[in-house]
C-alpha cells in the first residue's frame, strides 16, 4: 500500500507531478495500490479550488485511487487519541510559549532541520499550577515531546537496540539507516492552532491506512527519523522508505508553491501533455 499525500494550500506543481508519478509507478511494479490522502490539517491556509485542483490535475495525468479519499481533516478524533496516548506516557507537555519567546531564548547555532530554532526548552518541566493558571486564562498552547523522554522510552521498548529505517531511495536498494530524532529537539505534535501537526497526522494515517512503502521527497528525509521514533512509541508497523530527489528550478532550488510558473495547471493551459510533465518531472 502507497500514497500521494498533498497538502491543498497551492497548486500542484512539476514537484508534486514527480512524487505522484513515483508513487504510481512503484505502486505498479509491487503490484500495490497507491491512495491518495488530502492532508489539510491546516484549516486556515486549505482552499476548495487547490482541493479540485488536486484531484483534477491527477486525473488529467492518468492516475487513478481507490475511494473514499481520506481527508485529515476528518480524522482530528484519530490524532486526538494518539496524542492522548502519547501523554498519558508522560511524553508531551504544554507549550505557551510564541514564536517571538522562543527566538529570543533559543541558541541561534542550534536549528532543526527545517531550519527552525531547536526549542530551548521554556515549558519543560513546568509546575501544574503554573500550567493550570494558563489554561484557566484560555492561553493557546501547543503540546510538544519532551524528546530525551521518549527517547528513554523507545529505548526500552527496542532494548537498546539503535532505531533505525528502511530506504529504498529511487533505485529500490534497501539502505539500513540509523535514525536521529534528537535532531528535532523538544519538537511540536499538537499546535496551537489544529488539534494535531504533519508529524503526528502522517505517522497515525500510514498506519490506518496500511500503507507499507511511504514514498516522498527527498526534502522530507529528516523528518523520517521523528516518524520512526512516535512509530515506535505509538506501538505502529514500520513502513519502507523511498525518498526520491527533488525537481529544481533552473538555479537548482526546490519549486515552492508560488512557482506559479511550473503549476500543472498552468502547464496544461499552456499545452503541455501528461507525457510532457513526465518527461519534465523526470519520469519517463
Ligand atoms: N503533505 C506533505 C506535503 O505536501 C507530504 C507528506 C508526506 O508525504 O509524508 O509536503
Not at 517571538?100 to 532543526?112: L, Q, T, V, Y
Not at 520512526?228 to 519549486?255: C, F, I, N, S
Request: hydrophobic residues 45%; aromatic residues 8%; charged residues 25%.
Amino acid at each position: 500500500m502507497l500514497r500521494f499525500a498533498p497538502s491543498p494550500n497551492g497548486e500542484l506543481h512539476l514537484g508534486h507531478a514527480r512524487s505522484a508519478l513515483f508513487t504510481w509507478r512503484m505502486a505498479r511494479d509491487l503490484d500495490g495500490v497507491a491512495l491518495l490522502r488530502i492532508e489539510d490539517i491546516d484549516t486556515a491556509r486549505t482552499r476548495r479550488v487547490f482541493i479540485d485542483g488536486i484531484f483534477e490535475d491527477l486525473s488529467w495525468l492518468g492516475l487513478t485511487w481507490p475511494e473514499p479519499v481520506v481527508f485529515q481533516s476528518q480524522r482530528f478524533e484519530a490524532y486526538r487519541a494518539a496524542a492522548a496516548e502519547l501523554e498519558m506516557m508522560g511524553l508531551l507537555y504544554p507549550c505557551f510559549a510564541t514564536r517571538a519567546e522562543i527566538e529570543a531564548a533559543a541558541d541561534p547555532r542550534r536549528k532543526d532541520p527545517d531550519g527552525a530554532p531547536i526549542y530551548p526548552g521554556l515549558w519543560r518541566g513546568k509546575s501544574g499550577a503554573e500550567i493550570a493558571r494558563r489554561k484557566a486564562g484560555g492561553v493557546p498552547y501547543a503540546l510538544r515531546l519532551d524528546m530525551q523522554r521518549a527517547l528513554a522510552y523507545a529505548g526500552r521498548m527496542l532494548d537498546s537496540a539503535p532505531l533505525t529505517f528502511v530506504e529504498l531511495g529511487e533505485e529500490g536498494m534497501p539502505r539500513t539507516i540509523t535514525a536521529d530524532p534528537a535532531r528535532w529537539g523538544d519538537v511540536v505534535l499538537v499546535r496551537k492552532d489544529t488539534p494535531t501537526s504533519y508529524h503526528l497526522a502522517v505517522v497515525v494515517d500510514d498506519a490506518s491506512q496500511g500503507v507499507t512503502h511511504v514514498t516522498r521527497g527527498a526534502d522530507l528525509f529528516a523528518a523520517t527519523d521523528l516518524h520512526r521514533l512516535l512509530q515506535v512509541l505509538l506501538g505502529l508497523p514500520e513502513p519502507m522508505y523511498a525518498h526520491h530527489g527533488l525537481v529544481t528550478d533552473a538555479d537548482g532550488r526546490k519549486l515552492s508553491k508560488s512557482a506559479r510558473d511550473t503549476s500543472l495547471k498552468s502547464l496544461r493551459e499552456a499545452g503541455a501533455t501528461p507525457a510532457d510533465i513526465r518527461r519534465m518531472a523526470g519520469l519517463t
